[in-house]
């Protein structure tokens, strides 16, 4: 299977633009580029990520709104907030096993997952591509509850993450280590920007 089969092409969220200006987003009207992704900002969806267009699906996924996306492409830009990519699109479900093998029925492949403890139970994320994206789903291990999953957050690649929290000052929270090894992390301020989507902003991968 192609990598770029299910490439992630579109998010449209519910925001103002000029929520995304004030987080250092370069926009064009109401769009923003980030990698081969472009956000859509469109406040009559309603508030939070709306729907996303992925090439080669075209059907909600276990409540996942995924749908083609008339959306024009936005030319890459370099961002304020040096924002360089996408990091993953993050996804949560009541029943984790039934999302899972929804999207794996539409034909994306899981590639890891991962189990932690917190609060008492074992969390779990599954891991999907979608091109240059990943999918994170999260949920209770083992869960067996009633409702859709939820597309309900971004997480992206800046390249200088002491840059960023120069220029965004209180826009930005503190700059922390990460989960993943070697990375660092800090988030949006959203809320008080007017943004209804959770956006963190994570330090390059360390490749070897």
């Known amino acids: 299977m192609a990598r770029d089969q299910h490439q992630l092409t579109t998010v449209v969220v519910g925001d103002e633009p000029d929520g995304w200006a004030t987080a250092g987003f370069t926009l064009h009207d109401d769009r923003v580029r980030i990698s081969s992704t472009t956000i859509v900002c469109d406040p009559s969806v309603g508030q939070g990520i709306a729907v996303v267009g992925i090439n080669s699906l075209t059907d909600t ?16 830009t370099e961002h304020h907030n040096r924002v360089t990519g996408f990091d993953h699109l993050v996804a949560v479900s009541p ?46 291990d083992g869960a067996k509850g009633a409702g859709d999953a939820a597309f309900w957050g971004l997480a992206l690649e800046c390249d200088d ?11 930005l929270g503190t700059v922390k280590d990460a989960v993943q090894p070697g990375r660092r992390i800090a988030t949006v301020r959203t809320k008080e920007l007017g943004i209804s989507v959770p956006i963190a902003l994570m330090s390059p991968h360390h490749r070897r």
Do not use: K, N, Y
Request: glycine letters at 10%; hydrophobic letters at 45%; proline letters at 4%.
């Open 95 to 140: 029943s984790i096993d039934r999302t899972a093998d929804a999207l794996i029925d539409a034909g994306l492949q899981r590639r890891r997952t991962r189990r932690f403890e917190m609060g008492g139970e074992t969390r779990r994320q599954d891991f999907f591509r979608l091109g240059d994206v990943i999918l994170e789903l999260v949920g209770i």
């Open 61 to 76: 996924v276990d409540g996942l709104p995924i749908g083609l996306v008339d959306a024009p492409v936005t030319p890459a």
């Open 161 to 171: 993450l002491d840059l960023a929290a120069s220029r965004l000052g209180q826009a």
